[in-house]
């Protein structure tokens, strides 16, 4: 997951995306949630350094993180 790759823990994600840590649990458990909600995490994970990569036949979508150099 983008989130763990960057280092972060569920606090950190949440403040960067200014969520509660109650919305990030959930997020990750699969519940469903509201699209802003969903989109300002995106956000935060892609300016922490996550890129995510579209779907790729037989493997669904990835995610990679950015060079620390660029």
Request: no cysteine; charged share 25%.
């Amino acid at each position: 997951m983008a989130r763990v790759g960057l280092g972060w823990g569920v606090r950190d994600l949440a403040e960067a995306a200014r969520v509660s840590t109650n919305t990030v649990t959930r997020l990750e458990r699969g519940d469903a949630l509201h699209e802003r909600t969903i989109i300002s995490i995106r956000h935060a994970l892609e300016a922490g350094g996550a890129i995510f990569l579209d779907p790729e036949p037989n493997t669904g979508p990835g995610v990679r993180l950015r060079d620390s150099g660029t």
